[in-house]
C-alpha cells in the first residue's frame, strides 16, 4: 500500500509468517485467500509461498487487476488449485518480457518453478531495472504439461487412457487398412490372372473353331458347307465376347471357299429313311450335270445317288 507521502507499505502479505511459529491451526485457513499459494489451501508451506504472494502483488500492481477475481469463496480455491491467471501482458500490453518472465515464475503453481528463494527473486527485479537480462526464462511446453497434470490428476489420467486408447484403435485401425490393402491387391491380381487365362482360353477355341471350319473346307463330308460356316460363327462370337483379335482375312477366304461348296446333306436328309445324322457319311463326287453323286459310308460302301 503507498501512504501520503508514496512510501510503500505491506499491510496484509497472505499467509506471511515466522519460520520457526506455526501461527495456524489445523483445518483453518489464515490470511487472505486471494494471495494464497495452492500449497497453503492443503497445509503446507515454506518461503516460497511467500514468494508467491509478493509475485500475485506485483502481478496485480503491474496489470491493475486481480489475478483471480473471482468474489465466491469456493470458486476462487477452485481456480487457485487448477487455473493459472492470464499472462500479465495479455491485461497490459506496456508490460516488458523480462518483467513478464520474472512475475510468472514468482507465481508458478509448483512451488519448485519458484524463485527458490527471496534474494534470488530480488536479483531478477534488479537486473531487469538495469535493463540487464534476467534469469528467468520462459517455461517449455513439456513443463507447462507436467504442471498441468501435477494440478489435474484425475483429468490427467482419464486424458492419457483417452490417448492411449485412441492410439491403439489408430495401430490397430492402420494395420487393419495395410492388410485389407493387401488383400484387395492379391485378389486384383487373381482377377487380372483370371482375366488372362480366360482370354488365353478364348483365344485357344477361337482358333480351334477357325481351324476346325478350315478342315470341314478341306474334307469331302456331307454337310461340311454348313458345319464349316457354324464354326466360323461360333469362333466370331467366342471372339466378340471375349473380346480377342480375329484374323479376319483368314476367315473371311475360309467363309468364302465354303459357300462355293456345292453340298447335298439337306437333299440327302429327305432321300435316305434311316439318315440321322451327316457325319460319317463322305462325298466322292458328283458328275458334270450334278444330277448324280458318289458317297461312301462305313455301312454300306460306295452308293451312287440319283438326284432326279
Known amino acids: 500500500m503507498l501512504d501520503e507521502?508514496?512510501?510503500?507499505?505491506?499491510?496484509?502479505?497472505?499467509l506471511a509468517k515466522s519460520p520457526e511459529l506455526n501461527l495456524t491451526r489445523t483445518g483453518e485457513i489464515v490470511g487472505t485467500l486471494r494471495y494464497m499459494p495452492p500449497e497453503r489451501l492443503r497445509g503446507d508451506g515454506d518461503a516460497r509461498s511467500d514468494i508467491y504472494s509478493l509475485g500475485l502483488t506485483l502481478y496485480e500492481s503491474c496489470t491493475l487487476h486481480p489475478a483471480f477475481p473471482s468474489v465466491d469463496r469456493g470458486d476462487m480455491i477452485r481456480r487457485i488449485m487448477h487455473e493459472s491467471?492470464?499472462?500479465?501482458?495479455?491485461?497490459?500490453?506496456?508490460?516488458?518480457?523480462?518483467?513478464?518472465l520474472v512475475i510468472t515464475k514468482a507465481i508458478s503453481k509448483n512451488p519448485e518453478d519458484r524463485y527458490q528463494k527471496a534474494e534470488d527473486f530480488a536479483?531478477?527485479?534488479?537486473?531487469?531495472?538495469?535493463?540487464?537480462?534476467?534469469?528467468?526464462?520462459?517455461?517449455?511446453?513439456?513443463?507447462?504439461?507436467?504442471s498441468w497434470c501435477r494440478r489435474n490428476p484425475v483429468v490427467a489420467l482419464l486424458m492419457t487412457a483417452i490417448a492411449t486408447l485412441m492410439l491403439c484403435l489408430t495401430i490397430v485401425s492402420t494395420f487393419s487398412a495395410l492388410k485389407l490393402?493387401?488383400?484387395?491387391?492379391?485378389?486384383?491380381?487373381?482377377?487380372?490372372?483370371?482375366?488372362?487365362?480366360?482370354?488365353k482360353i478364348s483365344e485357344q477355341l477361337v482358333e480351334q473353331y477357325?481351324?476346325?471350319?478350315?478342315?470341314?473346307?478341306?474334307s469331302n463330308s456331307a454337310g461340311r458347307r454348313n458345319r464349316g460356316l457354324a464354326g466360323l460363327q461360333a469362333a466370331k462370337?467366342?471372339?466378340?465376347?471375349?473380346k480377342v483379335q480375329?484374323?479376319?482375312?483368314?476367315?473371311?477366304q475360309t467363309a468364302v471357299d465354303l459357300m462355293s461348296m456345292f453340298d447335298v446333306g439337306e437333299r440327302m436328309r429327305q432321300h435316305l429313311p434311316d439318315y440321322s445324322d451327316l457325319v460319317g457319311y463322305f462325298l466322292i463326287g458328283f458328275d458334270p450335270h450334278q444330277s448324280r453323286c458318289a458317297y461312301v459310308?462305313?455301312?454300306?460302301?460306295?452308293?451312287?445317288?440319283?438326284?432326279?
Not at 5 to 14: I, T
Not at 123 to 139: E, I, M, N, S, Y
Not at 210 to 218: E, I
Request: proline share 6%; hydrophobic share 40%; glycine share 4%.
Open 123 to 146: 536479483d531478477d527485479l534488479l537486473r531487469f531495472t538495469q535493463g540487464r537480462p534476467v534469469h528467468a526464462q520462459r517455461a517449455s511446453w513439456l513443463k507447462h504439461t507436467a
Open 181 to 199: 490393402s493387401d488383400q484387395n491387391e492379391e485378389l486384383t491380381r487373381s482377377i487380372e490372372n483370371e482375366k488372362i487365362s480366360s482370354k
Open 210 to 218: 477357325c481351324a476346325q471350319a478350315r478342315l470341314v473346307a478341306k
Open 246 to 252: 480375329l484374323d479376319k482375312i483368314a476367315m473371311r
Open 5 to 14: 507521502n508514496g512510501e510503500a507499505w505491506v499491510a496484509d502479505f497472505g
Open 85 to 100: 491467471p492470464p499472462p500479465p501482458s495479455a491485461l497490459n500490453a506496456k508490460i516488458p518480457a523480462d518483467l513478464e
Open 297 to 308: 459310308d462305313s455301312a454300306s460302301g460306295v452308293t451312287v445317288y440319283d438326284f432326279g
Open 237 to 242: 462370337d467366342t471372339a466378340f465376347e471375349a
